[in-house]
């Protein structure tokens, strides 16, 4: 089955600076990539997603890439503010009818005011 | 467009008792998956349902748990007979097509 790993498991940077996660997985057959952002005692929110077309996708702060070739993909978010901080997850599925997705471990994310 | 709902929020059973959890998904999602978190861990895959079957039940429990998704109501997760290990956060998530949306999640603490 598909396997994601997630790095690092904590990230902590200035409000201002820019925090990259970084994750892979094993599945070639995968085409779908959610993040997930969690704030403490709520359900994971869907922020952002990259499907296998596509190499790069940025919405206002957060940006995705997709390097299906080396089966990696990363979360950019820029400008990073107090409010950002959270666990991220990042996940791959094959996406269509049946989506098992599989999630990656998390990376709590401090942002220091 | 009311987002994914679960309750109770928090449940607190003693060993031995069973606890259901239910997870109404938003309108229009046929696709129902559960998922169980243990604090400071990621999620772990429990089952997924359509309406009235079990697609995959591959990361449930074999004893004790069991799901299931009505023609009418809400998705249902039983455990019976419940341990201090089944004590985590069980959340559900529904979809349509690929976007997964998460509900706020069932605290489950068993004493």
């Known amino acids: 089955g598909e396997n994601v790993e997630q790095h690092p498991s904590t990230l902590s940077v200035q409000e201002g600076d820019s925090a990259v996660i970084k994750c892979t997985y094993s599945?070639?057959?995968?085409?779908?990539f959610p993040w997930y952002k969690q704030e403490l005692g709520k359900g994971p929110q869907l922020i952002i997603d990259?499907?296998?077309?596509?190499g790069e996708k940025k919405d206002q702060r957060i940006a995705v890439t997709l390097n299906k070739t080396a089966k990696h993909f990363s979360l950019h978010i820029t400008e990073t503010q107090p409010e950002d901080s959270a666990v991220y997850f990042c996940?791959?599925?094959?996406?269509?009818?049946?989506?098992?997705?599989?999630f990656g471990t998390g990376t709590k994310l401090q942002v220091i005011p | 467009n009311a987002g994914v709902m679960q309750n109770p929020r928090h449940l607190v059973r003693r060993r031995g008792q069973e606890a259901r959890l239910r997870c109404s998904p938003m309108?229009?999602?046929?696709?129902v998956y559960w998922y169980r978190q243990l604090p400071e861990e990621g999620l772990k895959f429990m089952v997924y349902?359509?309406?009235?079957?079990?697609?995959?039940e591959s990361g449930m429990p074999k004893e004790r748990f069991s799901a299931e998704f009505p023609k009418e109501g809400p998705s249902i997760l039983r455990i019976q007979q419940v341990v201090r290990g089944d004590s985590a956060a069980y959340f559900c998530?529904?979809?349509?097509?690929?976007?997964?949306?998460f509900g706020p999640g069932t605290r489950l603490t068993v004493t």
């Open positions: 349902l359509q309406k009235e079957n079990i697609i995959d």
């Open positions: 309108k229009g999602h046929s696709h």
């Open positions: 996940a791959a599925s094959t996406g269509g009818g049946y989506q098992k997705v599989t």
């Open positions: 990259i499907r296998s077309n596509v």
């Open positions: 599945d070639s057959a995968s085409n779908y």
């Open positions: 998530a529904s979809s349509q097509k690929d976007e997964q949306y």
